[in-house]
């Protein structure tokens, strides 16, 4: 959460469009999630898009497969508990994008549907990989922008995107700019510039997901210099899967360093009216000091994500996993740190 805003506040109340990325296993896809859930629960209609083809948000919503049609998928609940707005979701394929531009931007109808059979869509997704980013990109914009499309739209008050992990998100998200390059004039250089211009405006943040552990929080330090050298406006960084403070400060360092009294915990147990041998005391010291040690280096992650001087938000590991009532829990505790 910003230091310039208390608990309650909305840290990002101008933005339209929330892209989330992470190195993979950090649960990009679960954060993007509660982040939809959570803008609902501010009374917004929110589309939640995901373009990677693997229907991560019909598993998280338990939901059948998502085909390329916005679907209700949840409702979001204000602070008393009732109302809010509602989750739309997208599942964003190339092939389909790219028929849909064709008969936004050309008028082909039938012909685009010729072209289809004809493999001519997937010949050019496949040997241009850059042409699908493109489209996914596209269909995003035309999302953001819908209320200037007509009645027959819906319209939504903000767009989240789950989009590709860290290492390629500045690509993803730079590709426009190439193609503005290669197409001087005509739909493809104005629709190219369009999106780009969507894309480095006050109306998007890019959002990275980390867990407290050197390769993600490095690849997050990465991510951040990557979309910044290429004019993309960085958002927060969301530290996820975080575990709880079990142990205090004093018992921490006893653990770790091997000095817990076995006398006491050998009473302890006993007093708990369990069986109690050398082998199970050793144990339990043995995952204390693992413990102790996991806390350390969490904290020395912390440290260096806090260097990244961005918006910081944590969400917790949930002991059951992540299902919907975890994703409500989720999006309540980014509500109340200010980024939705």
Not at 207 to 229: C, F, K, N, S, Y
Not at 276 to 302: F, G, K, N, Y
Not at 332 to 338: P, R, S
Request: charged fraction near 30%; include cysteine.
């Amino acid at each position: 959460m910003s230091d310039e805003q208390g608990p309650g506040a909305e840290d990002w109340p101008g933005v339209r469009l929330h892209v989330v990325t992470g190195k993979g296993g950090t649960g990009k896809s679960t954060v993007a999630a509660a982040l939809a859930l959570a803008l609902a629960s501010r009374g917004k209609q929110v589309l939640l898009c995901e373009v990677e083809g693997r229907q991560g948000i019909a598993q998280l919503f338990d939901v059948p497969p998502l085909p390329y049609e916005e679907r209700r998928i949840a409702s979001g609940a204000d602070s008393e508990g009732g109302g809010g707005g509602h989750v739309y979701a997208l599942a964003i394929d190339p092939e389909s994008a790219l028929m849909e531009y064709l008969a936004m931007y050309y008028r082909l109808g039938r012909a685009g549907k010729a072209l289809d059979r004809f493999g001519v869509i997937d010949f050019a997704t496949t040997i241009a990989p850059g042409v699908r980013d493109v489209l996914l990109t596209g269909k995003v914009y035309e999302a953001v922008y819908r209320n200037k499309r007509g009645k027959n739209h819906r319209e939504y008050d903000a767009v989240v995107l789950d989009a590709p992990p860290t290492g390629r998100i500045a690509q993803f998200l730079g590709v426009n700019k190439e193609l503005a390059g290669l197409a001087k004039v005509g739909p493809i250089r104005s629709q190219a510039d369009n999106v780009m211009g969507l894309l480095r405006s006050k109306r998007t943040r890019v959002h990275l997901v980390t867990v407290l552990e050197d390769m993600p929080v490095q690849e997050t330090a990465d991510g951040i210099a990557q979309l910044r050298d290429a004019g993309l406006p960085v958002g927060g960084v969301v530290v996820n899967l975080v575990r709880g403070r079990t142990l205090a400060e004093d018992v921490r360092r006893a653990a770790a360093d091997g000095t817990l009294p076995r006398a006491q915990v050998e009473a302890d147990l006993e007093k708990a009216g369990l069986d109690v041998t050398p082998e199970v005391v050793d144990e339990l010291l043995l995952e204390a000091r693992d413990h102790a040690e996991r806390r350390e280096l969490e904290d020395r992650m912390r440290e260096r994500v806090a260097e990244l001087d961005v918006p910081t938000y944590e969400l917790p590991r949930l002991p059951d996993g992540v299902d919907l009532g975890g994703l409500y829990e989720l999006a309540e505790d980014l509500v109340e740190e200010g980024m939705a």
